[in-house]
């Protein structure tokens, strides 16, 4: 039987003395080496549903550099099951060694099948999935992200009645469904702040579907060109945080967070006197990459 209980701690970061703030980071990061933060949040349920179910193998989607596909080859090799990744771009197959995450997806034991944008766009078509079934006859399939039923009821868990002391919880948004179970866990006058590192407008919807309150509202105006998009300004803020506090951001999720607190406080868009909670969601593993080069 698979149990998977992992409790994550609140440090204090920063006391902006002058406004009276103090932020503080769940350092979700650390629950795990590789299955990190929100994604070991999300795996957890479904794990255990696809052992309950009977499934050996676990079938998902992701890009070259996806820390859910990262996490889904090490959740495999961790706790028994056969993984495989659907992996958006064909050109990657004969040089899928040279890329960080899908090299060590691959040391985890993770097959991959390597299919063009155009299919990839397809994911979530009934045929699309028959077809899979078809090749790869039984297994349990994980949507791109983590995101479902299952996932936001482990998000659920990131909050514990301890955090109720905080006025704004705040955290990175990729699919919706971390800050969905981050919602569903808040207090009612607690505000719930997602900065997406996705350009566009969908991600309300998506939310909606698992969302039980309105006390939130994403922040649209710091995902830096879009998702694994990074400037010159941001790559300066992560350097300068990491050896400020101690605590290493991932370009693509975690620093557009605390860059965008960071700065809606210094414009004293946050109220006067407020504790914030910064929820660190992991993904560090992507710093493997040459994205800060």
Not at 29 to 53: T, V
Not at 273 to 284: F, M, R, S, W, Y
Request: aromatic share 12%.
């Amino acid at each position: 039987m698979i149990e998977i209980q992992q409790k994550s701690i609140n440090e204090q970061v920063v006391f902006f003395k002058e406004k009276d703030i103090i932020v503080y980071v769940k350092r979700e990061d650390r629950l795990h080496e590789e299955i990190s933060g929100n994604k070991f949040r999300k795996l957890k349920y479904n794990l255990m549903e696809a052992q309950s179910l009977g499934y050996n193998t676990l079938l998902t989607f992701g890009g070259a550099y996806s820390n859910h596909i990262a996490a889904v080859a090490a959740a495999g090799k961790t706790y028994g099951f056969a993984t495989i990744g659907v992996i958006r771009g064909e050109e990657l197959k004969d040089i899928f060694l040279e890329n960080p995450t899908l090299k060590k997806a691959a040391e985890n034991g993770m097959n991959f099948k390597f299919v063009s944008r155009t299919e990839y766009r397809q994911k979530d078509q009934e045929y699309f999935i028959e077809e899979l079934k078809k090749e790869y006859k039984d297994f349990y399939l994980i949507p791109e992200g983590g995101t479902n039923n299952l996932a936001v009821k482990g998000c659920e868990e990131i909050l514990t009645e301890e955090d109720f002391i905080f006025d704004y919880i705040c955290c990175a948004v990729g699919t919706g469904g971390t800050i969905s179970g981050l919602i569903n866990a808040s207090s009612e006058s607690q505000i719930i702040l997602g900065f997406p590192v996705l350009k566009g407008d969908f991600l309300e919807a998506e939310i909606k579907k698992y969302a039980k309150k309105d006390n939130w509202s994403l922040v649209t105006d710091y995902h830096f060109g879009g998702y694994a998009k990074i400037t010159p300004e941001l790559k300066d803020f992560i350097h300068k945080f990491t050896l400020k506090y101690l605590i290493p951001l991932d370009p693509v999720y975690t620093a557009k967070v605390f860059y965008g607190i960071f700065d809606l406080i210094d414009k004293d868009r946050i109220k006067k006197g407020a504790k914030i909670l910064v929820i660190h969601t992991g993904g560090l593993q992507g710093l493997k990459s040459n994205i800060l080069l």
